[in-house]
């Protein structure tokens, strides 16, 4: 075979049992299908999966496989199904709650795992992420010491996890807290009193899910032994960019719930710094490194931890304000059929005018629109759908207003040895990355997938928001005039202008009625 028709990472997994934790998760569709897609020969993938909402595992791999990312496979390679096979447990438990039947199985099967398991709420409480992040992690590897064909065990981390840090190089970081001393002293403490000294646990890290990260890296350190493992550190996730589908995306988090806030008229203003560095990935780049990962673990066998960053600042920079610049003529020429108000606003950099702005473009007509929703007889929502829309705005300010520079020479060293057929299928560099392009796919991807609205429903949207456009202003015009109503002296000439604007608002909405939320 010539060495461009070669897969080395393909013929690595072919006939190798692998064991996936986090597989219904957004980063764990995508690792599954890219396996099923680029390494079919791939003997079995076992998929640690827990009973949820009433539903056993083998039920919530049916879901899973029902997803929009496994339709290509449904449609033209429907055996390589088979090769997924649900395993009942529980990541938190002691030898994840499996059978003894089940772990049998596991040990000798098993030659690579993939640990994408995690909760990734910024306000989880500590609690459930300490369970999620830190003993999730350890029941992992006491469970990986039963396993004598393994050959990689690659841990899927946040580059953020050292946010404490201006500069972070590839290497695990001492932690900011002995492990076993926050375990063992949040099993005897209620919530309450967990909630009272979780800032001071803190420190300089932001959220729960940072700070467990750093302590789960430690626990792989000083627990691993000679288990051969590595550390995949990506910074912000978002939609794919070229497989499975470009713009897909099953989440509201991060960056996609700000696409589908702005585009709804509903986000108006945020605060970040402009020039600041927005680093976000594709997550179809992140599973390529983390598979690229197993593959050189597995044949090079590093004599450490190897750690690496899957970032976009020193490859293909993206600023919050070329964002910013970005995604507004986006969400105009590709807006949802239902808006709340037309799109607008902008980021700022001054926190005093942010809060100013959130309140005034926020607060003021959510309040507004909740009392003539009760004069209406109508459910008030908008102070509920504005109060949540500023707390996940609230998380995401650490990361929109700090810069962090994340090396990435062993990503780098890495990618330098993908050959033939891997340099394509596990393409890792997003060097090439053009990010209008993405963002066009990113913006149509969160309307199809997210909101589930059909392309076909983009020419009425367009006319729509073209509408709204016309009732903002008008509405801006009545709201100076009101203004100027209150400083001019009561004439009758005042009178007849606001009740000739008056008028023509009310024709306008008669001939062309606006869908909203």
């Given at each position: 075979?010539?060495?461009?028709?070669?897969?080395?990472?393909?013929?690595?997994?072919?006939?190798?049992?692998?064991?996936?934790?986090?597989?219904?998760?957004?980063?764990?569709?995508?690792?599954?299908?890219?396996?099923?897609?680029?390494?079919?020969?791939?003997?079995?993938?076992?998929?640690?999966?827990?009973?949820?909402?009433?539903?056993?595992?083998?039920?919530?791999?049916?879901?899973?496989?029902?997803?929009?990312?496994?339709?290509?496979?449904?449609?033209?390679?429907?055996?390589?199904?088979?090769?997924?096979?649900?395993?009942?447990?529980?990541?938190?438990?002691?030898?994840?709650?499996?059978?003894?039947?089940?772990?049998?199985?596991?040990?000798?099967?098993?030659?690579?795992?993939?640990?994408?398991?995690?909760?990734?709420?910024?306000?989880?409480?500590?609690?459930?992420?300490?369970?999620?992040?830190?003993?999730?992690?350890?029941?992992?590897?006491?469970?990986?010491h039963k396993m004598p064909l393994l050959v990689a065990l690659i841990h899927v981390s946040t580059a953020y996890c050292n946010c404490d840090r201006d500069e972070v190089d590839e290497i695990v970081y001492p932690p900011p807290a002995n492990p076993q001393k926050v375990i063992d002293a949040l099993e005897w403490m209620d919530e309450d009193l967990v909630a009272l000294i979780t800032p001071k646990l803190l420190g300089n890290r932001p959220n729960t899910y940072t700070y467990t990260k750093a302590l789960a890296e430690n626990i792989l350190v000083e627990?691993?032994?000679?288990?051969?493992?590595?550390?995949?550190?990506?910074?912000?996730?978002?939609?794919?960019?070229?497989?499975?589908?470009?713009?897909?995306?099953?989440?509201?988090?991060?960056?996609?719930?700000?696409?589908?806030?702005?585009?709804?008229?509903?986000?108006?203003?945020?605060?970040?710094?402009?020039?600041?560095?927005?680093?976000?990935?594709?997550?179809?780049?992140?599973?390529?490194?983390?598979?690229?990962?197993?593959?050189?673990?597995?044949?090079?066998?590093?004599?450490?931890?190897?750690?690496?960053?899957?970032?976009?600042?020193?490859?293909?920079?993206?600023?919050?304000?070329?964002?910013?610049?970005?995604?507004?003529?986006?969400?105009?020429?590709?807006?949802?059929?239902?808006?709340?108000?037309?799109?607008?606003?902008?980021?700022?950099?001054?926190?005093?005018?942010?809060?100013?702005?959130?309140?005034?473009?926020?607060?003021?007509?959510?309040?507004?629109?909740?009392?003539?929703?009760?004069?209406?007889?109508?459910?008030?929502?908008?102070?509920?759908?504005?109060?949540?829309?500023?707390?996940?705005?609230?998380?995401l300010e650490f990361f929109t207003t700090h810069e962090w520079t994340f090396h990435n020479s062993n990503a780098e060293t890495l990618y330098e040895q993908l050959v033939g057929k891997d340099k394509k299928n596990f393409d890792f560099s997003i060097k090439s990355l053009n990010w209008p392009s993405y963002f066009e796919d990113y913006v149509l991807?969160?309307?199809?997938?997210?909101?589930?609205?059909?392309?076909?429903?983009?020419?009425?949207?367009?006319?729509?928001?073209?509408?709204?456009?016309?009732?903002?202003?008008?509405?801006?015009?009545?709201?100076?005039?009101?203004?100027?109503?209150?400083?001019?002296?009561?004439?009758?000439?005042?009178?007849?202008?606001?009740?000739?604007?008056?008028?023509?608002?009310?024709?306008?909405?008669?001939?062309?009625?606006?869908?909203?939320?």
């Amino acid at each position: 075979m010539a060495e461009s028709d070669s897969s080395p990472i393909a013929e690595f997994f072919q006939d190798r049992g692998v064991l996936i934790t986090g597989a219904t998760g957004f980063m764990g569709k995508v690792l599954v299908e890219k396996l099923l897609c680029c390494c079919s020969g791939v003997k079995t993938i076992y998929l640690l999966l827990r009973s949820k909402g009433g539903r056993n595992s083998r039920m919530r791999l049916e879901e899973l496989l029902n997803a929009e990312i496994f339709r290509n496979i449904r449609k033209k390679q429907p055996h390589l199904l088979s090769k997924l096979v649900p395993v009942h447990g529980d990541i938190i438990l002691p030898g994840f709650g499996l059978r003894p039947s089940d772990m049998t199985l596991i040990a000798n099967e098993v030659s690579v795992v993939f640990h994408s398991a995690a909760t990734v709420k910024f306000d989880e409480p500590l609690k459930r992420s300490v369970e999620m992040n830190i003993i999730g992690t350890r029941r992992l590897v006491e469970v990986c010491h039963k396993m004598p064909l393994l050959v990689a065990l690659i841990h899927v981390s946040t580059a953020y996890c050292n946010c404490d840090r201006d500069e972070v190089d590839e290497i695990v970081y001492p932690p900011p807290a002995n492990p076993q001393k926050v375990i063992d002293a949040l099993e005897w403490m209620d919530e309450d009193l967990v909630a009272l000294i979780t800032p001071k646990l803190l420190g300089n890290r932001p959220n729960t899910y940072t700070y467990t990260k750093a302590l789960a890296e430690n626990i792989l350190v000083e627990e691993c032994g000679s288990l051969p493992v590595a550390i995949i550190r990506p910074s912000i996730v978002t939609a794919a960019w070229k497989d499975p589908l470009p713009g897909w995306i099953d989440n509201f988090n991060g960056p996609s719930g700000l696409i589908v806030a702005t585009g709804k008229g509903v986000l108006r203003s945020m605060l970040c710094q402009p020039c600041g560095t927005a680093d976000l990935i594709p997550v179809d780049v992140v599973i390529n490194l983390v598979i690229s990962v197993a593959w050189y673990t597995a044949t090079k066998r590093p004599n450490n931890i190897m750690v690496y960053h899957c970032t976009s600042g020193s490859q293909n920079r993206l600023t919050w304000g070329e964002l910013e610049s970005l995604i507004f003529p986006l969400v105009y020429a590709h807006p949802s059929k239902e808006v709340l108000r037309y799109p607008g606003g902008s980021f700022k950099s001054n926190r005093l005018r942010n809060e100013i702005s959130v309140f005034f473009n926020h607060q003021v007509p959510a309040q507004i629109l909740d009392f003539m929703a009760r004069i209406l007889g109508r459910k008030p929502k908008m102070v509920q759908l504005y109060s949540r829309l500023n707390r996940a705005v609230s998380c995401l300010e650490f990361f929109t207003t700090h810069e962090w520079t994340f090396h990435n020479s062993n990503a780098e060293t890495l990618y330098e040895q993908l050959v033939g057929k891997d340099k394509k299928n596990f393409d890792f560099s997003i060097k090439s990355l053009n990010w209008p392009s993405y963002f066009e796919d990113y913006v149509l991807g969160t309307r199809k997938y997210l909101l589930k609205e059909d392309p076909s429903t983009l020419p009425a949207a367009r006319k729509n928001l073209k509408r709204m456009y016309l009732y903002s202003q008008l509405t801006n015009i009545l709201f100076l005039l009101g203004i100027w109503r209150l400083l001019m002296i009561r004439s009758n000439i005042t009178r007849r202008l606001l009740w000739f604007f008056l008028s023509i608002a009310v024709r306008l909405y008669r001939l062309f009625p606006v869908s909203f939320i």
